[in-house]
């Protein structure tokens, strides 16, 4: 188990390579030059030789090649520049600002479990009834509203009109309400609508029958034999609910005045502020190939069929 | 199970509890980011209002064009126009106690001579050679030509307002930065929480009229709308600025809902400039035509509704040197469609637009397509176009795509604005000499295009007032007859607030934030 830990984490060199070229060179490629949003934001008429000036300051003189070995060489060393915009180290500003992204999309993460594991057992429990089409159209209503204008949605009742909840910045955890709901409502929505499918596919399933004949009863059934089974899908889909989680807060940080890396790295693509991107990128990367093998490794622990075939095949 | 759905929603209950009502004394405020370290001669991440808020100019420019002394209390010219000197106000400190005199003025504005290069765009350091103190509290600038703007230029913000010396760092040292960034002004920067908000307190020893609020708090709001929300439940006080802090709607909705809501006289102007170097723009005719075809009211009522209000000059007549008499073109389409029949485009039966000799009478409109604003106003100037029988073809990219056809002359028409005060109108005719910009791009095609340039650089040293009207009248007059611009509105800076802020005032420019002047009231 430890070499393969061990080497799904070596694998995350060469991904994060490989990723690290590729994006260097794509957002080269997209129209829009630094040095003139850089001239933009600072009111300076984007005059050749002020664009001239501004390209050397940030280093843009360079051929590509010359500029990605020079990133890459100080990147690997825990330097990743700074920023255009800040004027600040990318990394200071990216660890500044993750703890409250983190706050967030920990929070809802821990909302979509809670909520939704409960909604997709009480689902699967009633299939059919009202409760199901309840949460189905709940589930279906969760994965066609964009987050953003949810939030919006959301302030406008319980900010504007009840006046109970804040509509923006970072306080009290009244403040995390209103973007924890925004943030989460597609997770859940998807996890509880998975969860149901995985029960009833599972609660057709020979065992199960074969359970209730033995005359267990409902709950037990339900229990220990449909649930345990059918909570495999979920951590896959928990596993992408982090990285779903966390790009969900790049638009909802920028609508609840949230001081996350989200609304960093937006306003850092739109003044085109490579350092940043840069970063954040392989930040993103990092945090989904971990989080992958987290699944992988839930899974074995969890299903002993692919723990053993996976020590059979060492 | 329905324990876990009681408890969640038992706990937003209990998450409702109401939201403290504001703390007299202090102005709340938001701003897309925070301030910057605030360097006086630093651009992004310095902002601007920030600036201006903690530092001074030697003089201040007024709404009405003029200038007014401020920092320095009276000034003479040499006759050559190349050497200006400035006497000090009296008893003025910095923020510290500092005292604010000759020598601090020669140790800031040196350093903006030091680094010349980054203060390029700005013709006022190009020109500015050396400055002297003569004793404590006379200062002499001298410059390489006549450069009649320089008083203009120095009222800016930026790089030519004054630093604490004890703050700039010690000489020899390659360090950038400022210890604190102490002024004169009628602010102090006190605080600064990243992503959250900046403070600023009173300075109660400013030598000029105290602000009547203790603290201005600039929370970071980077959303348009998420502002209007702080400002309907009471969050921020104030919304302030020229360009967008809310869309045209939602500050009539406001205003509808009953908040202070007011528009400030014209800043600069918005128009399109029409490519007088590409087919069909070429022709004056098709300029023209379209200069007639706008129904700039009906636009303005329904994209801006009321935010801005009608240009039909490249300069307000309100802007120095810009009162030349222009006859605006006005909007009759029938006229319009005249001109364009006359000059050959014609509409061939049951065609929607017009054509010569086989060519289709089609420009392309370049606009930034995530500006929503941009985007009605192109879609209205396509629709106002078709009915003369011009095809409009819309050209929506993200900004810096936007600005990169500016630059190389890449389009038939194009968004623009101009700079407005204190740069309107002649720095913004200085441009028009710049391959850079969209304005020489545009005006390529004119046969007189060097005649153009040279004026304006006459205008710009001359020494003779009388004269320098009648070039700035001939220059402006030629680009109107020319049509090589299509004014559609005079932009403005929109204030709304909540009931508890008074005595409402705008500031002279786009880049003066009155602060100062508001009162809290009940």
Same mark, same amino acid.
């Given at each position: ?77 825990? %330097? ?12 200071? %500003? ?8 983190? &706050? ?115 709950? &037990? ?51 085109? %502020? ?41 | ?61 007024? !709404? ?246 009608? !240009? ?39 065609? !929607? ?32 176009? !078709? ?136």
């Amino acid at each position: 188990m430890a070499g393969f830990i061990l080497r799904r984490l070596l694998l995350l060199i060469p991904i994060l390579l490989g990723v690290s070229i590729l994006m260097f060179v794509i957002i080269r490629m997209a129209p829009g030059d630094p040095a003139v949003a850089y001239l933009k934001l600072s009111n300076i008429p984007p005059t050749p030789g002020a664009v001239a000036e501004a390209r050397q300051t940030l280093g843009l003189d360079q051929p590509i090649l010359a500029q990605y070995v020079s990133w890459i060489s100080s990147a690997v060393r825990g %330097d990743f520049g700074v920023s255009y915009v800040t004027r600040r180290p990318v990394l200071d %500003d990216i660890l500044y600002y993750l703890p409250a992204t983190l &706050q967030l999309a920990g929070l809802a993460l821990l909302f979509t479990l809670v909520v939704s594991v409960p909604l997709g057992i009480w689902s699967a429990r009633y299939k059919d009834r009202w409760p199901d089409h309840l949460v189905r159209g709940f589930a279906f209503l969760g994965v066609s509203t964009p987050n953003f204008w949810l939030g919006f949605l959301l302030v406008l009742l319980f900010s504007l009109t009840l006046k109970w909840l804040p509509p923006m910045g970072k306080g009290g955890w009244q403040h995390m309400i209103l973007p924890v709901l925004a943030v989460s409502f597609m997770s859940l929505a998807i996890n509880a609508r998975l969860l149901r499918a995985s029960m009833l596919e599972t609660a057709s399933a020979r065992h199960v029958l074969y359970a209730r004949l033995r005359g267990l009863s409902d709950r &037990q059934v339900e229990r220990s034999h449909i649930l345990r089974n059918a909570l495999l899908p979920i951590v896959t889909a928990t596993g992408m609910h982090v990285g779903e989680l966390l790009g969900g807060t790049l638009v909802i940080e920028s609508v609840f005045g949230w001081p996350g890396i989200g609304r960093y790295a937006v306003s850092a693509i739109y003044s085109r %502020d490579f350092p940043v991107i840069q970063c954040f990128t392989l930040f993103l990367v990092t945090i989904f190939v971990i989080c992958n093998l987290v699944v992988d490794i839930v899974y074995a622990w969890l299903d002993p069929r692919i723990r053993l075939n996976a020590e059979a095949a060492i | 199970m329905r324990g876990v759905l009681v408890g969640v929603l038992l706990g937003i209950a209990a998450a409702c509890v109401p939201i403290s009502g504001v703390v007299a004394q202090t102005l709340n405020f938001s701003w897309p980011s925070n301030v910057g370290p605030l360097h006086p001669h630093g651009y992004a991440p310095n902002q601007m209002f920030a600036q201006g808020m903690v530092y001074e100019s030697l003089v201040k420019y007024q !709404a009405d064009g003029t200038v007014a002394p401020w920092l320095a209390t009276s000034w003479a010219a040499s006759e050559d126009g190349r050497t200006y000197t400035f006497k000090l106000r009296d008893g003025v400190t910095f923020s510290n106690g500092e005292p604010f005199n000759a020598a601090a003025v020669v140790a800031n504005l040196e350093r903006v001579i030091a680094n010349r290069k980054s203060h390029d765009w700005l013709e006022l350091i190009h020109q500015l050679q050396t400055v002297t103190a003569l004793d404590d509290l006379t200062v002499e600038l001298q410059l390489k030509d006549a450069y009649y703007p320089l008083l203009q230029e120095l009222a800016l913000v930026r790089p030519v307002r004054f630093l604490a010396p004890s703050q700039f760092p010690a000489p020899g040292t390659t360090e950038p930065g400022i210890s604190a960034p102490i002024g004169t002004g009628p602010w102090k920067h006190v605080e600064t929480r990243l992503g959250e908000y900046d403070v600023f307190e009173r300075n109660d020893t400013y030598w000029g009229d105290k602000p009547a609020y203790q603290k201005v708090v600039v929370k970071v709001i980077a959303d348009s709308n998420t502002r209007a929300v702080a400002l309907e439940t009471g969050d921020i006080d104030l919304i302030y600025g020229d360009e967008g802090p809310i869309t045209p709607d939602t500050f009539a909705r406001l205003k509808a809902q009953g908040y202070q809501a007011e528009i400030s006289p014209p800043l600069g102007t918005q128009v399109l400039a029409l490519n007088t170097n590409k087919a069909p723009t070429n022709e004056l005719a098709v300029r023209q035509a379209i200069n007639h075809a706008v129904d700039k009211d009906t636009l303005i009522a329904a994209i801006y509704h009321g935010t801005q209000t009608r !240009a039909d000059t490249l300069f307000a007549p309100t802007a120095p040197y810009s009162n030349v008499g222009l006859k605006p073109y006005g909007y009759d389409p029938a006229l319009a469609a005249n001109a364009l029949d006359k000059a050959g485009w014609t509409r061939a039966p049951g065609a !929607a637009f017009r054509s010569k000799d086989g060519q289709p009478l089609q420009v392309e409109l370049a606009y930034v397509g995530t500006d929503a604003v941009m985007k009605s106003m192109a879609e209205v100037l396509q629709a106002d176009l !078709a009915k003369v029988g011009i095809e409009v073809r819309l050209l929506g990219e993200e900004a810096n795509s936007f600005y990169a056809r500016q630059t190389d002359g890449n389009f038939g028409m194009i968004f623009g604005n101009t700079w407005g005060a204190p740069y309107d109108p002649h720095a913004f005719v200085s441009s028009m000499r710049v391959p850079s910009h969209a304005d020489y791009q545009a005006q390529l095609g004119l046969a007189d295009k060097a005649e153009i340039d040279a004026r304006i650089g006459q205008a710009l040293t001359s020494t003779d007032e009388a004269q320098r009207q009648e070039l700035y009248r001939s220059v402006l007059t030629t680009l109107h007859d020319e049509a090589v611009y299509l004014p559609l509105t005079f932009s403005t800076a929109i204030l709304v607030a909540r009931d508890n802020v008074g005595n409402l005032t705008f500031g002279a420019t786009q880049f003066d934030y009155p602060f100062a002047a508001l009162k809290p009231k009940d």
